[in-house]
């Protein structure tokens, strides 16, 4: 019942139940007052709103924390010295939290700079990690810079978990740095010890400057050609975030970059596998299909054709059309071209409509070839039966051979309109 006075006080017209609330702050019905109070002094001038809050006691850390936060929203010049003087006094690591967000309000201010720049080389985490969430909105170019240069000294702290959370806004909140300030600590920590660093390095890495600095990413990754450990991690890294769809467009020129560093490393080859078809989209794929079957060795082949006939990563469309790779390939002397080549045939397949007379027709063709590595694999493949129709539905399958007729009339059209 208490609870629900001290709540309801908060949405009276006017003042009357300021002194209750002002009262309830110096007990222990200030937790549930403090945010009563918020909702009165909404409706009050700045002046007095920040003469009442100023006076209140600041006993109790919720209370002292949300004051701090109300005082700071006033964004007056007054509001602001008070957090100033506040910030150089004693402070449970909550309230000085607290403070720290009171000052996004004033990030046009240097001082608050100054103060986000001692808070970035302050030992307890807790502290330090609160700085990781400045905003960069709003901020111009002389502002940004400010940023930059507090969260180069939180990617330079002495914990791991500091320097973690600053990595995880850098990737979550990619921030401008067009002068590449951030890049030399960046790289050095994809070379961390710890794994989640090193990844989360790797994830702001590509989310700052997938756009601004592709050339210096590819440097990074010619560099850990020599150190396949941390390679794998973050190119590992890279998998995870990179996709053949429109919402990861920006990433496709460090794709094409680094499949031309892969080229160069003859250790590479299955990652340019899964780079090809993790990363790019059926038209920018197609190119490098024919160069890399001359590089591809058991395991990089098999995984080719994994990724051509599950199509798990979407880097093909419906309307894609693979017939003329097909072609191409099944006419190479290369046996690995040709296996690919089946792949494709069965990639290509229309599952709503089943095979056609003459793609089983070329499936009969890679039985009959030369090379055992093809002719087994196409031998080991088992068309998947015809579904018949269900009985909700218009037209009902009765045998077979008519669904195979209605197939035939389809390829006719399809030929046609070849």
């Known amino acids: 019942m208490q609870e629900a006075a001290l709540r309801s006080l908060g949405h009276i017209d006017g003042d009357q139940g300021l002194p209750v609330l002002i009262e309830a702050l110096s007990d222990e019905r200030a937790r549930v007052a403090i945010y009563s109070l918020r909702n009165q002094l909404r409706m009050m001038p700045k002046a007095k709103t920040y003469m009442l809050l100023s006076s209140v006691p600041q006993v109790k850390v919720t209370v002292a924390k949300e004051t701090t936060r109300l005082i700071g ?14 910030e150089r006094t004693d402070l449970h690591a909550d309230v000085r939290v607290a403070l720290y ?21 302050n030992s307890d985490p807790k502290i330090t990690k609160a700085i990781c969430a400045v905003p960069e909105d709003g901020l111009n170019t002389q502002q940004k810079q400010q940023l930059l240069q507090v969260l180069l000294r939180l990617l330079s702290h002495e914990s791991p978990e500091v320097r973690i959370a ?15 300030i951030l890049a030399p600590r960046l790289f050095e920590l994809v070379s961390s010890e710890f794994d989640d660093e090193c990844e989360s390095a790797a994830k702001a890495i590509f989310e700052t400057y997938a756009k601004t600095n592709v050339e210096q ?37 460090i794709t094409h970059l680094l499949l031309s560093i892969f080229k160069a490393d003859r250790l590479s080859v299955t990652h340019r596998v899964n780079l090809m078809f993790n990363g ?60 690919l080549a089946l792949s494709f045939l069965i990639g290509s397949v229309d599952e709503s409509t089943g095979w056609t007379d003459e793609e089983r027709s070329r499936l009969e063709e890679y039985r009959n070839d030369p090379s055992v590595l093809v002719a087994e694999a196409a031998w080991e493949f088992t ?10 539905d218009e037209v009902e399958l009765e045998e077979e051979s008519v669904g195979e007729e209605e197939d035939d009339g389809e390829d006719i059209v399809m030929e046609g309109a070849d």
């Open 383 to 392: 068309i998947p039966e015809k579904v018949d129709k269900t009985e909700g």
């Open 217 to 253: 990413i590819g440097e990074v990754y010619r560099k850990l050609l020599s150190d396949r450990k941390t390679l794998k991690r973050v190119h590992d890294t890279y998998i995870d975030i990179v996709s053949p769809f429109p919402g990861r467009k920006s990433l496709r020129p």
């Open 101 to 121: 967000r009171a000052l996004w309000t004033y990030l046009n201010r240097d001082e608050s700079w100054e103060i986000f720049k001692r808070a970035a080389e």
């Open 280 to 339: 790019l989209p059926w038209e920018e794929l197609r190119p490098y299909i024919f160069e890399i079957v001359p590089d591809l060795h058991a395991d990089a082949l098999h995984a080719a054709e994994v990724f051509i006939e599950k199509n798990e990563t979407g880097w093909k469309e419906p309307q894609d059309d693979l017939l003329k790779v097909e072609l191409g390939m099944a006419g190479s002397k290369d046996e690995r071209a040709r296996r």
């Open 73 to 86: 929203e006033l964004g007056t010049d007054q509001a602001f010295q008070y957090l100033l003087e506040k």
């Open 166 to 180: 600053a990595l995880k806004r850098c990737d979550e909140k990619p921030v401008q740095d067009p002068d590449n």
